[in-house]
């Protein structure tokens, strides 16, 4: 199964990307989204978590993000020990995933590929960029931050200039029809290159 990798800094419309490639029926795997699921569903990751952050962490079955929050502001190591815990889990769950798919590829978004050294794992590696105030906005208009918070995690990301250098494919999406038609265009690209690996 080739592995394609999508990233992209906050704000720079990797859902909207995905949800193109979803329409040329390619199967999509939200990374963080699945994450998410596997921290209320996988009763190793809930054991976990209880040991690392006590019996809060969960409130009716629902994680307490604020309580987590609050740990690593206060101490940024908790965001590595949870990674630890929750990434294994998430690259064994992508990996049963991708076995039930039938298609010439498949996409993973993941916003920390480069920022994780995790380029190895994708066959190939689609960065998704927009001009910094466009992003700016879209992350304001989404979750209502602020933009001094947005701009302090745009410089802690890897920057665009170095994921392009990285990357085999880039969608520049500020316009959504020229978006799209990149993604087409990204999508023909990447069956040639596949084709080609087979003969």
């Known amino acids: 199964m080739i592995i394609v990798g999508l990233t992209g800094g906050i704000g720079s419309g990797k859902t909207t990307v995905a949800n193109f490639f979803k329409q040329l029926d390619i199967p999509i795997y939200i990374a963080d989204v699945e994450a998410k699921n596997l921290m209320v569903t ?16 969960y409130e009716n079955n629902k994680l307490n993000k604020s309580l987590i929050s609050e740990k690593i502001f206060n101490d ?36 920390i590929i ?27 208009k989404r979750d209502n931050s602020s933009k001094s918070k947005i701009e302090a995690i745009i410089n802690n990301q890897v920057s665009d200039e170095e994921k392009i ?13 020229s978006t799209q038609d990149q993604v087409i265009n990204t999508h023909k690209s990447l069956l040639k290159l596949i084709a080609k690996t087979k003969i």
Do not use: M
């Open 42 to 57: 996988s009763k190793i990751i809930k054991r976990r978590l209880i040991e690392l952050f006590g019996d809060n962490v």
């Open 76 to 111: 940024s190591s908790f965001l590595n020990k949870i990674n630890a815990i929750v990434h294994p889990k998430v690259a064994s769950h992508f990996k049963r995933w991708c076995k039930k798919q039938n298609s010439p590829y498949v996409i993973k978004e993941a916003a």
């Open 114 to 140: 480069f920022e994780h050294k995790q380029e190895s794992k994708y066959d190939y590696i689609i960065t998704v960029t927009a001009d910094k105030q466009e992003r700016i906005n879209r992350v304001i």
């Open 165 to 177: 250098k990285k990357s085999h494919f880039v969608i520049i999406n500020n316009d959504i029809e």
